[in-house]
């Protein structure tokens, strides 16, 4: 893709206030963008959080109701909450170590130095609330990698941390697989109504924002 088509998407993406809610996402973009999302990069490559997609419609409306001036809750094509492991610990790293060994045949010796840097420099260092804003940080840059995506096909977006968590939490019953929610991402497609995607981006100066030392 030339320089300027990427760049010109980057122009076109805003966070969408108004979607249209009659316009739906083909299965095979909405597949590209769990993909991309799955491959996305995280420390470690742990993944320490997971990405709830919210299909049932009577969910949506009730999460919305925590946020009833979210509208993008339930007027975007799809959902999708992401939420932190609450007791990530050593058992995950372990698990992630077997998922190594068997797609790589990683030998023990590399895996046990691996495990024990892990442990030495996050899972024995944070504290629960540290480990959790640690935890928040990789699913910020999964957010990212499903805007990307969509955008790259077309497709907008907008990131809610503004929904009622708490309310998320509880409608989609996260505690009982030890999940709490840390934000949303409305995906679809913009309404011609959504007065904000055309007016002008507000961003800081760019030479106050890239530094150049
Ligand atoms: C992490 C994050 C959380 C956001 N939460 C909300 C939200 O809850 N509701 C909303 O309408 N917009 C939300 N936004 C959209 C921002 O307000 C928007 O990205 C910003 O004003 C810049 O505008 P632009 O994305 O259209 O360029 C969020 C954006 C990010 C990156």
Redesign the pocket.
């Known amino acids: 893709m030339p320089e300027s088509d990427s760049l010109a998407l980057w122009a076109r993406?805003?966070?969408i206030?108004k979607f249209d809610p009659s316009k739906a996402i083909g299965a095979a973009d909405w597949d590209a963008i769990l993909q991309a999302l799955h491959l996305a990069p995280s420390a470690y490559g742990l993944q320490p959080y997971r990405v709830v997609d919210v299909r049932d419609p009577a969910k949506r409306a009730a999460i919305r109701e925590g946020a009833p001036q979210?509208a993008?809750v339930t007027d975007a094509a799809h959902l999708l909450v992401f939420a932190l492991v609450t007791d990530f610990g050593e058992p995950h790293l372990d698990a992630h170590l077997a998922r190594t060994k068997a797609a790589r045949g990683t030998p023990d010796e590399a895996l046990g130095i691996y495990r024990g840097r892990v442990v030495d420099g996050l899972l024995g260092k944070l504290d629960r609330t540290a480990l959790l804003a640690w935890q928040a940080r990789q699913a910020?840059i999964g957010?990212a990698a499903a805007m990307y995506q969509a955008s790259q096909l077309g497709i907008d977006t907008?990131?809610?941390?503004?929904?009622n968590l708490e309310v998320a939490d509880r409608v989609l019953d996260l505690g009982s697989r030890n999940l709490a929610s840390v934000?949303g991402l409305a995906v679809g497609y913009r309404s011609e109504e959504d007065v904000?995607?055309k007016q002008a981006?507000v961003r800081l100066p760019r030479h106050e924002f890239v530094l150049e030392i």
Not at 158 to 163: D, F, G, I, R, V
Request: proline share 6%.
């Open positions: 993406r805003a966070a206030k979210q993008q910020y957010l907008c990131p809610l941390e503004a929904m934000v904000y995607c981006k």
